[in-house]
C-alpha cells in the first residue's frame, strides 16, 4: 500500500519540498543599507552589525487599529539622567508621544527599535511637530539610569526623547497597562504607542515601520479633536 501511495504520489507531482528559508544578513542599527552576510562592524560607526531576515516582498504596515481604555500609571521612575519623574504627569500629560520597549543588553532588535526611533526624531524635527519620544526599559534591575545614559549616547538621543527606568514593579504596571507585559525579557514585542493625550486617542504601529509611516501616524494623532 506504501509503494503505491508513493507512486500516486509521484506521479501526480505531490511531491513534498521543505520551505525555502529566508537567508539570514546582518546590518547596521543606524545605517540599515549597511549589510552583510556575515557577522562584523559597521564601517561607518563601527557598531556591530546585527542578524536579520531578509525584508519580505510586502513588509509589515502599520497597525491603524485604535488602543483603547489605555489608564496609565503616574509611577515615579528615573530617566536616563537619573532625575525622578512622575510618568504621566513628566512625559504623556497633555502630549503627543510615541513609546516604544527596549532594554540594554539586547543583541537583537532593539537596536534597531532604537535606531528607528532616532530616525523618528529627526524626522519629527524637520517637519517641526512636537511631540515626547519615550523609551521603556523591560530589564529595569539591570537598565540603571547611567546604563539608559550611555544607551541614549549611542544613538545621540536628543532632548524629548526619554529613556525610563525604575522600580520593578512600577515598570511591570506600566508595561501591564500598555499591554506588553511578557515573562522573558526577549519576548517583549516590537511594537510602538502612539497617543495624543488630550483626546485620548491611542494607536499602535509595527515597531520597524519607516519613519515616514510613523511620522504620518504621529500627524494623525496630533490631529485628533
Same mark, same amino acid.
Given at each position: 500500500?506504501?509503494?503505491?501511495?508513493?507512486? *500516486?504520489?509521484?506521479?501526480?507531482?505531490?511531491?513534498?519540498?521543505?520551505?525555502? =528559508?529566508?537567508?539570514?544578513?546582518?546590518?547596521?542599527?543606524?545605517?540599515?543599507?549597511?549589510? &552583510?552576510?556575515?557577522?562584523?562592524?559597521?564601517?561607518?560607526?563601527?557598531?556591530?552589525? /546585527?542578524?536579520?531576515?531578509?525584508?519580505?516582498?510586502?513588509?509589515?504596515?502599520?497597525?491603524?487599529?485604535?488602543?483603547?481604555?489605555?489608564?496609565?500609571? !503616574?509611577?515615579?521612575? =528615573? !530617566?536616563?539622567?537619573?532625575?525622578?519623574?512622575?510618568?504621566?504627569?513628566?512625559?504623556?500629560?497633555?502630549?503627543?508621544?510615541?513609546?516604544?520597549? *527596549?532594554? /540594554?543588553?539586547?543583541?537583537?532588535?532593539?537596536?534597531? $527599535?532604537?535606531?528607528?526611533?532616532?530616525?523618528? =526624531? %529627526?524626522?519629527?524635527?524637520?517637519?517641526?511637530?512636537?511631540? %515626547?519620544?519615550?523609551?521603556? &526599559?523591560?530589564?529595569?534591575?539591570?537598565?540603571?539610569?547611567?546604563?539608559?545614559?550611555?544607551?541614549?549616547?549611542?544613538?545621540?538621543?536628543?532632548?524629548?526623547?526619554?529613556? *525610563?527606568?525604575?522600580?520593578?514593579?512600577?515598570?511591570?504596571?506600566? $508595561? =501591564?497597562?500598555?499591554?506588553?507585559?511578557?515573562?522573558?525579557?526577549?519576548?517583549?514585542?516590537?511594537?510602538?504607542?502612539?497617543?495624543?493625550?488630550?483626546?485620548?486617542?491611542? /494607536?499602535?504601529?509595527?515597531?520597524?515601520? &519607516?519613519?515616514?509611516?510613523? *511620522?504620518?501616524?504621529?500627524?494623525?494623532?496630533?490631529? %485628533?479633536?
Amino acid at each position: 500500500m506504501l509503494i503505491k501511495v508513493l507512486m *500516486v504520489l509521484m506521479l501526480t507531482g505531490a511531491v513534498y519540498s521543505a520551505p525555502a =528559508q529566508t537567508p539570514k544578513v546582518y546590518s547596521c542599527p543606524m545605517h540599515p543599507t549597511v549589510t &552583510s552576510s556575515k557577522p562584523g562592524k559597521c564601517p561607518k560607526c563601527k557598531m556591530a552589525l /546585527t542578524p536579520t531576515r531578509a525584508k519580505a516582498e510586502n513588509p509589515p504596515e502599520p497597525d491603524p487599529a485604535a488602543v483603547s481604555a489605555i489608564r496609565i500609571p !503616574d509611577v515615579t521612575i =528615573q !530617566d536616563q539622567n537619573g532625575k525622578s519623574l512622575n510618568f504621566y504627569r513628566d512625559l504623556v500629560k497633555g502630549k503627543v508621544v510615541a513609546v516604544n520597549f *527596549v532594554f /540594554t543588553t539586547c543583541t537583537a532588535i532593539c537596536p534597531s $527599535l532604537t535606531a528607528t526611533f532616532r530616525r523618528l =526624531q %529627526q524626522e519629527l524635527a524637520a517637519r517641526k511637530l512636537e511631540a %515626547q519620544l519615550i523609551s521603556i &526599559s523591560v530589564d529595569p534591575t539591570v537598565d540603571t539610569p547611567e546604563r539608559l545614559r550611555d544607551f541614549a549616547a549611542k544613538f545621540k538621543a536628543e532632548p524629548g526623547w526619554t529613556f *525610563v527606568t525604575g522600580n520593578a514593579a512600577d515598570i511591570d504596571r506600566l $508595561l =501591564q497597562e500598555f499591554g506588553v507585559a511578557v515573562a522573558n525579557k526577549n519576548d517583549h514585542t516590537p511594537m510602538i504607542l502612539i497617543g495624543n493625550d488630550e483626546t485620548g486617542y491611542w /494607536t499602535r504601529a509595527y515597531g520597524l515601520s &519607516s519613519p515616514a509611516a510613523l *511620522v504620518k501616524l504621529m500627524t494623525q494623532a496630533a490631529n %485628533q479633536k
